[in-house]
C-alpha cells in the first residue's frame, strides 16, 4: 500500500517537473484525421508523411526564428468510413483539444466528421476531397488545394456532346462523392443538350465488378450507337472493372471517359487493361497540379526525410498543413480565430501544387484542369487541352 | 509365470472422496476376469486408471512387466491395451468397415500429399481392410461390413466396438458392461465371443459386468469391489459361494 | 431482361460461383473438423493471391506453378495460424466465441501484415500478369481463358477434396474428427496431426482460391475480405457440415448476386449498389428459415454432420 502511495507520488512529482521543463514552450497540436486502414489506407499513410514533412520544416523554422511555438500532430484513423472518420476527429479533439485537424481524405468522411466539427468549432482542412455535396457555406470545412466536382462535371459533360455522345450509361461509386458527380454530370449533360443517362451505383467496398459490367454493357446496348459511358471509380474497383470490361464486346467498343483517381499509370501496367483503355480513347479530366518554384523542393525533402518517393497527391496534405499552421501561427490556438482567417492566409498561400482561392464555401476556387488521354499504344496518358472551370471553356492543345 | 496386469495399492481420490482405496488385483495372460460389484464401487474407476483417462492418487500399474503408471491414454493403447465404453462409442454415421479401420496407424493415405491419389495408398489400405475383415470375421459382423454403425442392433454394436479395439491388435481389453442394454440371448453371444477369443488369439479381458448370471458362465475369475475396496477374489465357484459377498451384493 | 445480359451474368454466375465454393468449402471444413467459424479463412486466400502476384511478377507465367505457390503459401498461413493461435487456445480450453474473435485477430494480423508488405514494395491493385483472352464466341455467349482456368480448375478441386474426404483415410479421419473428437482420441487416431493437415488442405484450396479471384479482381490486401460474406453465407447455405450444400450455395450466392441482381435491377429498378447487402440477406434468411441450410435436403455421402 505504501509502496503503491510512493510510486504515485514519484509519479506525479516527475510530471510536474517536466511540466515545469516545457513550461515556457507552447505546443500547438495539429490534428491528422486520414484513412490508415482500408483500401485507401496507402493514401493515409503517403499524406501523413506529408504532413510530418511539413510540421518538421515548420518546427525547425520555428526554433531558428527563436520562437516559443511548436507544433505536434495527433493523428487517427478513419477507417475510410464517415463513422470512423467523426470517431477520430472525437478522438483528437477529446484526448489532445486539438482546434484544427488536416484531413479526411474522401468527401464521404469529410461529411462524416462535419457535424462534430461544426459544433465544437474545430476548423476541418481537407486537401483531396471534391465532392459537391460537402460544398456548404459558412461551415468549419475547408477544401483548400481541390475545386468541387460541380467544375469537373462541367467538363466531363462538355467532352460527351463534343465527342458526340447522344446518351452516356454512368457506372459509379455510391458514396456522396460519386453520387455528387453523377448528379451533376447528369444535370450538366442534359442542360447542355445531352439525351438520356443511364446510372449504376457500385457499392464501396465491392472488389468484383461483374454484375456491374453486364448491367453496364446492356444499357450501353439499349442504347445503340452513339452511346458514351462515364466511369466515376476508386482505383481498386477501376482496375476489377476493367478486368471485368476487356472481354465484353459493347464496353470495348465505345469510347470512355473516367474521373481524376484513374488518371493513374497503375491503370495501365496491365497490357490488357492499357490495350482496353487506349482503344476506347480514354479520357480524364483532373486538376492540373502545375509545377510551382516549391515542387521540386518538396519532392527532394520528402525523399531526404523518407528514403521513398511522394505517393500522389501527397503535397496536397504538405500544402494544406502549412495552410493550417500557418493560420494557427497568425490567429492563435484558437478554432473560431482560425475559421475566420483561414481563407485570407491561404488566399495568400503558393504551395506545392496550385495557388488556393477559397470561394463563399470555404472550397479551392480555381478550377483549372488538365484533359488527359491514354495513347494509342497504351503506354501513358498525354495532355489533350484543358478546362477552365472559371469561364467553363475548354481548350485543345 | 507373472501375470500380464498387476495393480498395486492403487488409490484415487477425487477431492474429499476415495473412489478407489488401495486396489491391488492381477490378471493373467489369456483369461477373462470379472470385475464385480454395487454401483458407485469404484468398478468404473479403475477402469479409466489403468486405461490411463484418470490418474491415480497412488499406487502402481504393471503391464507385461513394464510400470505404466504414468503413461498418457495414447501411449498406453499403444502397449497393447484398448478399452470399451459402457455406451457404444461408435462413429454412427460411417460403416461398420470404416468403424474398423479408423484407428489403424502410419498409413500412406493420412498423409495429404497422398491422400488424393488412390494408387498411392490403395494396395496398404487392401491389407488394412484384410485385418479388418478377419476382425469382423471374430465377432461374426462381416456380413454388415458396409452397414451404417447406426443401423447395427445394439448387441452388434458393442460387437463392433470389440472388433475396433481388436484391430490394435491388444493384449489386455477392457470393458465396462459390454452387455448393458443388449437382448439376454445377444448377451449371451457377446460373451460366447468374448470366450472364442480368449481362446484363440489368447487376449485378457478385464470385464465389469452387472449380468452376474452370464459373466460367472465364462469368468475365469473374479474380483468383487465394494466402497472402493477388495472385498473378495476368487473363481466363480469361491464367490458364488463367499458369505461376505452374498451379503454385499445378494442381500441375504 | 436483355438476352444478351441474361447470358453475360450467367457465365458470371458460373465463375464466380466456383470460386465462392472453393472458398467455402474450407470454411465448411474448418467449421466440421475444428467447430471453429474462421474469419481469418479471408485472408488465407489474399495470402494466396499475393504469393500468385509475386510468382508471375517475377516473370514465371506458367499457370501451375503459380497455382501450386499459392496452394503452398495459403496452406502455410493456415497451419500458422493454427499452430501459433488456435491450437494453444484450444489447449485453454477457452469458449467458442473467444475462438471466433481470435480469428478475426488473426485475420486483422495476416492482413496488415499483407498491407505493410504491399505498401513496401507498392503492390497494390495489381493484377496476376496472364492477360484475358476470348477463347470462344458463340451469340451472346462469351467464353474467356479465365473461365476456362477457373470453373474446371475449381471443379476439379472440390472433386478431388470431396473424393479425399469420402474415401481417403485420411478422409476417414476428419470425418471422425468432426463426428466425436473425444472418440477420435479414445481409439487412438493422431488428432493433432490430423488436424494440421486439415489446416494445410483448408489454406492451400483458399489460396488456389485467391490466385484464381486474383485473375477476376485486382490483387489487394482487402480482397479475401471483401469476398468473406459471400463465401460464408455459401458455407451457410450448406448448413456448415455439407459439400455439396456448400457448392449449391455458392453457385446460389453467386447467382443472387449477379443474375438475379441484375433482374432486379433492369426490372425494378433496385441499385446496383445493393449487391454487397444480399449475401446479408441470404445468411438471415437461412438461419430464420432452415438453419441447417441445404443439410439433408439430399441425403448423401459428403456431410460431415454435427
Redesign the interface.
Known amino acids: 500500500m505504501l509502496r503503491k502511495l510512493l510510486a504515485i507520488l514519484l509519479i506525479i512529482a516527475l510530471s510536474t517537473m517536466l511540466g515545469a521543463a516545457q513550461d515556457d514552450m507552447e505546443t500547438y497540436v495539429l490534428g491528422v484525421a486520414l484513412p490508415f486502414t482500408g483500401s485507401f489506407g496507402t493514401f493515409g499513410q503517403d499524406f501523413e508523411r506529408g504532413i510530418d514533412l511539413a510540421v518538421a520544416q515548420m518546427n525547425a523554422e520555428l526554433e531558428a526564428a527563436g520562437s516559443a511555438i511548436r507544433f505536434e500532430t495527433a493523428s487517427a484513423d478513419t477507417e475510410q468510413t464517415p463513422e470512423g472518420a467523426a470517431r477520430a476527429l472525437q478522438t483528437i479533439v477529446q484526448t489532445t483539444g486539438a482546434q484544427v485537424v488536416v484531413g479526411p481524405l474522401t468527401t464521404s468522411e469529410v461529411l462524416g466528421a462535419k457535424q462534430f466539427a461544426d459544433e465544437n468549432g474545430v476548423v476541418i482542412v481537407a486537401m483531396a476531397s471534391s465532392g459537391a455535396a460537402a460544398s456548404i457555406p459558412g461551415d468549419n470545412i475547408f477544401r483548400v488545394i481541390y475545386p468541387p466536382d460541380t467544375f469537373a462535371s462541367k467538363a466531363f459533360a462538355t467532352i460527351a456532346l463534343e465527342r458526340g455522345h447522344q446518351n452516356m450509361v454512368v457506372l459509379y461509386v455510391d458514396d456522396p462523392f460519386g453520387n455528387g458527380m453523377n448528379e451533376h454530370f447528369i444535370k450538366n449533360y442534359q442542360a447542355r443538350g445531352g439525351g438520356e443517362v443511364a446510372s449504376f451505383g457500385y457499392a464501396p467496398q465491392s472488389t468484383e465488378l461483374s454484375a456491374e459490367a453486364a448491367a453496364v454493357s446492356a444499357a450501353l446496348a439499349g442504347f445503340g450507337d452513339g452511346a458514351g459511358f462515364f466511369c466515376v471509380c476508386f482505383p481498386g474497383a477501376a482496375e476489377a472493372f476493367v478486368q471485368v470490361a476487356q472481354i465484353d464486346p459493347i464496353l470495348t467498343s465505345v469510347q470512355w471517359l473516367g474521373n481524376e483517381a484513374m488518371t493513374s499509370d497503375e491503370m495501365l501496367e496491365d497490357p490488357g487493361h492499357a490495350q482496353t483503355l487506349a482503344n476506347a480513347n480514354f479520357v480524364t479530366v483532373s486538376q492540373s497540379a502545375d509545377s510551382t518554384p516549391l515542387t521540386p523542393i518538396f519532392h527532394a525533402d520528402f525523399v531526404a526525410m523518407f528514403d521513398k518517393e511522394p505517393g500522389i497527391f501527397t503535397n496536397y496534405a504538405f500544402d494544406a498543413a502549412n495552410i493550417a499552421m500557418l493560420t494557427m501561427l497568425a490567429a492563435g490556438n484558437d478554432g473560431a480565430a482560425v475559421k475566420s482567417m483561414l481563407p485570407f492566409i491561404s488566399n495568400h498561400y503558393i504551395g506545392t501544387a496550385v495557388q488556393a482561392f477559397l470561394d463563399e464555401n470555404g472550397d479551392q476556387a480555381i478550377a483549372s484542369y488538365g484533359i488527359r488521354q491514354v495513347t494509342e499504344d497504351g503506354s501513358g496518358f498525354v495532355l489533350i487541352g484543358s478546362y477552365d472551370g472559371n469561364t467553363d471553356t475548354i481548350t485543345y492543345t | 509365470m507373472t501375470p500380464l496386469l498387476q495393480l498395486h495399492n492403487i488409490r484415487k481420490d477425487y477431492g474429499g472422496l476415495r473412489a478407489v482405496d488401495d486396489v491391488s488385483l492381477a490378471a493373467p495372460e489369456n483369461a477373462i476376469i470379472g470385475l464385480i460389484g454395487p454401483n458407485g464401487s469404484g468398478k468404473s474407476t479403475l477402469i479409466d486408471l489403468i486405461a490411463g483417462?484418470a490418474e491415480q492418487t497412488a499406487g502402481r500399474v504393471i503391464f507385461a512387466g513394464e510400470d505404466i503408471s504414468d503413461l498418457s491414454?495414447?501411449a498406453i493403447?499403444?502397449k497393447g491395451i484398448a478399452?470399451g465404453y459402457q455406451e457404444p462409442?461408435?462413429?454412427?454415421?460411417?460403416t461398420v468397415l470404416?468403424n474398423v479401420?479408423?484407428?489403424?496407424?502410419d498409413?500412406r493415405?493420412?498423409?495429404?500429399w497422398y491422400?488424393?491419389w488412390?494408387r498411392y495408398?490403395a494396395h496398404e489400405?487392401a491389407g488394412h481392410a484384410e485385418a479388418a475383415v478377419t476382425v469382423l470375421e471374430q465377432v461374426q459382423l462381416l456380413q454388415h461390413y458396409d452397414t451404417l454403425a447406426s443401423d447395427l442392433s445394439g448387441g452388434q454394436m458393442k460387437l463392433l466396438e470389440i472388433a475396433?479395439c481388436l484391430m490394435?491388435k491388444p493384449k489386455l481389453l477392457l470393458l465396462d458392461e459390454p452387455t448393458a442394454g443388449v437382448a439376454p440371448k445377444l448377451a449371451y453371444e457377446i460373451f460366447q465371443q468374448i470366450a472364442r477369443l480368449r481362446d484363440d488369439y489368447g487376449i485378457t479381458f478385464l470385464i465389469v459386468e452387472h449380468r452376474l448370471e452370464i459373466l460367472f458362465d465364462f469368468a475365469d475369475y473374479v474380483y468383487v469391489m465394494h466402497l472402493g475396496n477388495l472385498l473378495a477374489e476368487g473363481t466363480v465357484a469361491e464367490i458364488a459361494n463367499d458369505a461376505t459377498v452374498r451379503e454385499v451384493y445378494f442381500g441375504d | 431482361m436483355p438476352p444478351a445480359l441474361l447470358t453475360t451474368s450467367l457465365v458470371n454466375t458460373i465463375q464466380i460461383g466456383s470460386l465462392y465454393a472453393l472458398m467455402a468449402l474450407g470454411i465448411t471444413l474448418t467449421f466440421s473438423v475444428m467447430k471453429l467459424p474462421n474469419f481469418a479463412h479471408a485472408e488465407y486466400v489474399t495470402a494466396g493471391a499475393y504469393a500468385a502476384l509475386i510468382v508471375s511478377l517475377s516473370g514465371v507465367l506458367n499457370p501451375l506453378v503459380i497455382m501450386i505457390a499459392a496452394f503452398a503459401v495459403g496452406a502455410l498461413t493456415a497451419l500458422i495460424s493454427h499452430l501459433a493461435v488456435f491450437k494453444p487456445l484450444e489447449g485453454r480450453d477457452v469458449s467458442f466465441y473467444t475462438l471466433i474473435l481470435s480469428s478475426f485477430a488473426i485475420g486483422l494480423i495476416i492482413r496488415y501484415i499483407l498491407f505493410t508488405m504491399a505498401d513496401y514494395f507498392n503492390l497494390f491493385d495489381l493484377r496476376i500478369a496472364i492477360p484475358l483472352q476470348i477463347l470462344f464466341r458463340e451469340g451472346y455467349l462469351i467464353l474467356s481463358n479465365l473461365f476456362a482456368w477457373v470453373v474446371p480448375t475449381s471443379i476439379v478441386l472440390v472433386i478431388i477434396l470431396t473424393l479425399l474426404l469420402n474415401r481417403s483415410p485420411l478422409g476417414r479421419e476428419m470425418r471422425a474428427l468432426a463426428d466425436n473428437i473425444i472418440l477420435a482420441r479414445v481409439i487412438g487416431i493422431r488428432v493433432e496431426r490430423v488436424k494440421n493437415y486439415t489446416w494445410l488442405l483448408v489454406g492451400g484450396l483458399a489460396g488456389v482460391a485467391g490466385a484464381l479471384w486474383g485473375l477476376q479482381t485486382a490483387v489487394h490486401p482487402l480482397m479475401g475480405w471483401g469476398a468473406i460474406i459471400s463465401v460464408f453465407a455459401a458455407a451457410i447455405l450448406g448448413g456448415l457440415s455439407s459439400f455439396s450444400g456448400t457448392v449449391m450455395g455458392a453457385y446460389v450466392v453467386a447467382f443472387s448476386e449477379n443474375t438475379v441482381m441484375l433482374f432486379l435491377n433492369v426490372n425494378y429498378g433496385l441499385d446496383l449498389a445493393f449487391k454487397p447487402a444480399i449475401p446479408f440477406i441470404i445468411i438471415i434468411a437461412v438461419l430464420l428459415l432452415r438453419p441447417q441450410g441445404f443439410t439433408n435436403l439430399i441425403k448423401r455421402a459428403g456431410d460431415l454432420g454435427r
Not at chain 2, 101 to 105: F, H, S, T
Not at chain 2, 109 to 112: A, I, Y
Open positions: 483417462a491414454a495414447d493403447f499403444k478399452r462409442s461408435l462413429y454412427f454415421k460411417m470404416d479401420l479408423l484407428p489403424v496407424k498409413q493415405g493420412e498423409r495429404p491422400a488424393p488412390r495408398w489400405e475396433r490394435g
